[in-house]
């Protein structure tokens, strides 16, 4: 549809009260724009209000009862069948229409298009403090209860008229704008905000932030209006809704959701599984010592999966049903009896309080024997020193400083794992986030085994997150240099904290030479090695660094649940001696990988998987690795192993009753990894549907803005 035909599609809503020394202004510069639908509701004026939009242009329709959502509803009754498009504005002149062509060209991707006065530094300055700070909290309580930020409750606001009829306005006062926003939200429309201009008003006095006490009356309605919706999403909808005039038929576009439907029943039952498995397998962790441990366990955690499956079903949901059970699931399993992993943290991290680095003594050195505890025989592999990267190991030292207690380790490995859940709900959403937060091996591994590589993680989602930065017209572009640098450096601490981020720096190094800048590849390369360099200083002298134990077992030759190594010695038996040459096809994997991804996600993603099927130590919390890539990419690989990889406890379990030998049987390996591989070549086959459905709002429910 071409722009004049969108614009005479498009009706101008202006509540005007005592506005006759602007209005006639706004409606010309409205009519001068092309928009020739004008609709001035005076709400009660007492000066010329009237007669000079008249004047201007414009229909003019009186609502003598007062209220801001009053006259804007006003506005709305007996619609023309043309309109398409409602136009929100205010009459004071404040609204710089100048750049109300930036929003009308939004028309064709968006549903619910509003001018962010926060946006801009005039618009900031304009705003009173009191304004300013209201619009704050107003916006973070919607993100609070809506799970989307937005950042400013201006007036210059535009949005389908179908859309606007689904919303079904019940407000009548101040309200309004923010009870527009949170049903918008409600009903999955397309939204961005582009920044705008403000103004002082041209003329009149303020209703509202011209006085302390206007402006307190409107917080107040405000906060009103949002715990009343906020009320109504936890309850059925049991009272009548309000008319709505005009094209009842186009409702069918934009259907009502009542809270209390079947999506909301699956979401209350997702939770409820995922509570009741957690407090199942609560008392069910010594898995190497007590027999019965693990199939208790196995059920409680297929309890949790029949609520994680459950979650993917759940589009959206509130900032508290999101955090509620994250944090509550989380907090549950931090009285579960850790994994033995656990032990080698606190061991290494007391021996940097003790004067010792852990690089340059296995646990069983003499030397160490008078600092020996209670709990060092729990200590896995002791006659190995320290695997774990120079960040890592000062984590450790730093929590043992404190306290060497199970329950501080592992409440640091949960809080980085709850600010993963906040970096991705921030970036897509709640909903989509949901297959990261309620997932049973991602609560489990860091809160309940007390593994720590959500320590690695954190930097690595945040590096992908910053590199891969929406530019809407909210967002100023970031310089090139802090782009890639940037990244580098979160990156550089994920590798400082477990050596698997490494090849990702490769594609920083690899894309930033592309662009024939050599010199941003070197800063690239040494902002990304850095935090290794840095942080290793202290563990290394003149003579030696002995980071990396490369005699030890577990790097040379060990093997776990591992996939195509396994299927290599059945063939080449002397490949079991060895782990080196499993390297050559992972480089050659990323080396295709870099030639054929462009973005920093896809490319981490496709490496972690080429790293988990080549690697030939796999245990089954490494499978967490690729969980948070996957609330982007909707891999179904990713989602079936998050249930499959459970399996691999089968192997504790043979440990506990009596059988030394750390080996799946063929029915176990495959139990765990076809789940994997069907959904890898399912996501493969289906590529462009679900890329299609990535990028649609349900999955995008965090505001990226208008492109």
């Not at 656990?342 to 008078?370: C, H, K, M």
Request: some cysteine.
């Amino acid at each position: 549809m071409s722009s004049a035909a969108l614009n005479s599609s498009t009706l101008v809503i202006i509540p005007a009260l005592n506005e006759a020394a602007t209005v006639g202004t706004v409606v010309q510069q409205l009519r001068d724009l092309g928009l020739s639908r004008i609709r001035v509701v005076d709400n009660g004026s007492h000066d010329r209000t009237r007669e000079v939009a008249r004047q201007a242009g414009a229909e003019v329709i009186e609502e003598p009862v007062k209220g801001y959502g009053q006259a804007c509803w006003r506005g709305l009754q007996a619609v023309e069948p043309e309109v398409e498009w409602i136009l929100f504005c205010d009459a004071d002149g404040s609204d710089d229409l100048a750049q109300l062509p930036e929003l009308l060209a939004q028309r064709a991707d968006y549903d619910f298009i509003l001018g962010n006065r926060r946006g801009t530094t005039t618009g900031r300055q304009q705003l009173t403090p009191v304004q300013n700070f209201g619009n704050w909290l107003a916006s973070t309580l919607i993100y609070w209860g809506w799970g989307y930020q937005y950042h400013d409750l201006g007036p210059l606001r535009l949005i389908r008229w179908p859309a606007l009829q689904a919303i079904q306005m019940r407000d009548r006062g101040f309200g309004w704008t923010v009870e527009m926003q949170a049903r918008a939200v409600e009903q999955e429309l397309q939204i961005c905000e582009i920044p705008v201009n403000y103004r002082p008003r041209q003329g009149g006095q303020s209703k509202i932030s011209g006085t302390l006490k206007g402006s307190f009356q409107a917080g107040m309605i405000i906060l009103t209006t949002l715990a009343q919706l906020y009320g109504q999403t936890l309850m059925p909808q049991s009272f009548p809704m309000n008319s709505s005039p005009g094209k009842a038929s186009l409702e069918a576009d934009y259907p009502k959701r009542p809270w209390w439907g079947l999506e909301s029943v699956i979401l209350f039952l997702s939770a409820c599984f995922l509570i009741w498995g957690t407090v199942w397998c609560l008392p069910h962790g010594d898995f190497l010592t007590e027999p019965t441990a693990v199939p208790q366990f196995w059920r409680g955690i297929a309890v949790m999966s029949v609520g994680f499956v459950l979650s993917w079903w759940v589009r959206s949901l509130s900032a508290i049903w999101f955090w509620g059970v994250a944090i509550a699931t989380r907090v549950l399993f931090l009285a579960m009896y850790p994994g033995d992993d656990i032990w080698r943290y606190l061991w290494e991290g007391l021996l940097q309080t003790q004067g010792f680095s852990p690089y340059d003594y296995a646990p069983n050195a003499d030397i160490l024997v008078p600092l020996r505890t209670a709990w060092w025989g729990h200590i896995n592999h002791p006659d190995v020193s320290a695997i774990y990267p120079p960040v890592a190991q000062w984590g450790f030292r730093l929590l043992a400083a404190i306290a060497p207690s199970v329950l501080l380790f592992k409440l640091a490995f949960t809080a980085a794992d709850l600010g993963i859940c906040w970096l991705l709900s921030r970036r897509f959403g709640f909903g989509a986030t949901l297959l990261y937060a309620w997932n049973p091996l991602v609560i489990y591994s860091f809160a309940g085994g007390g593994h720590y590589d959500s320590w690695f993680l954190l930097p690595l989602v945040a590096a992908w997150l910053w590199f891969e930065r929406p530019h809407g017209r909210s967002l100023t572009p970031l310089p090139p240099l802090l782009h890639w640098v940037g990244s580098a450096v979160l990156l550089g601490f994920s590798i400082a904290v477990k050596w698997m981020s490494l090849p990702v720096l490769s594609f920083l190094a690899w894309h930033s030479l592309n662009r024939w800048r050599w010199q941003l590849t070197l800063f690239v390369i040494l902002a990304g090695v850095s935090p290794f360099l840095i942080s290793a200083l202290p563990f290394c002298g003149l003579q030696a660094c002995p980071l990396i134990p490369t005699s030890s077992t577990f790097v040379s030759h060990g093997r776990s649940a591992e996939f195509i190594p396994y299927f290599i010695a059945q063939i080449w038996a002397g490949s079991r001696q060895a782990n080196w040459p499993f390297a050559l096809p992972l480089g050659l994997w990323i080396a295709i990988l870099l030639w054929r991804t462009q973005r920093l996600g896809s490319f981490t993603e496709g490496y972690l998987i080429g790293l988990l099927l080549l690697s030939p130590i796999v245990h089954g919390w490494y499978f967490t690795w690729l969980v948070p890539f996957a609330v982007a990419s909707r891999n179904w690989g990713t989602r079936l192993v998050s249930l499959s990889a459970f399996v691999y406890f089968a192997l504790p379990q043979r440990i506990a009753l009596g059988d030394s030998s750390w080996l799946l049987t063929a029915t176990e390996r495959w139990s765990l990894w076809l789940p994997f591989i069907l959904g890898l070549l399912w996501t493969s086959v289906s590529y462009h549907a679900l890329r299609a459905n990535s990028a649609s709002p349900r999955f995008m429910e965090t505001n990226e803005n208008c492109s």
